[in-house]
């Protein structure tokens, strides 16, 4: 039997941004994972376990002002360091169930909520 859960989210990025954007996403964890060759023309995946996000290609990325992907990253501190190091916008965020999280932003302005464990 397949559990239930989400398995990807897309976001939306200018073609010429996927990489970076999937640079970013490896810095909180995911790996860069193939994706199937009829997809090629539309998007680039990266996965953390059993979630993938897809950067899907758009000429009009549409970036929601407070949407968001939440991930949950055991090295916490670590993370954070590695995305300043990198250059990326990120801002501590009130601790509201005991997880310290910040908020991140991409290099195209998605927001990621970094959170050293989800909500219990």
Request: glycine share 6%; net charge negative.
């Amino acid at each position: 039997m397949i559990e239930r859960g989400i398995h990807h989210v897309s976001l939306e990025v200018r073609r010429p941004d996927a990489e970076a954007c999937r640079d970013f996403f490896v810095l909180l964890g995911f790996e860069k994972v193939p994706h199937p060759p009829a997809l090629d023309d539309i998007a680039v995946w990266v996965q953390s376990g059993d979630l993938q996000v897809h950067m899907l290609y758009a000429d009009d990325p549409v970036i929601p002002p407070r949407g968001h992907v939440a991930v949950a990253c055991p090295d916490y501190e670590a993370t954070l360091a590695a995305l300043r190091a990198a250059g990326h916008r990120v801002e501590d965020h009130d601790n509201v169930w005991g997880s310290p999280r910040a908020f991140a932003y991409s290099p195209v302005g998605h927001v990621v909520e970094v959170m050293q464990f989800p909500p219990r």
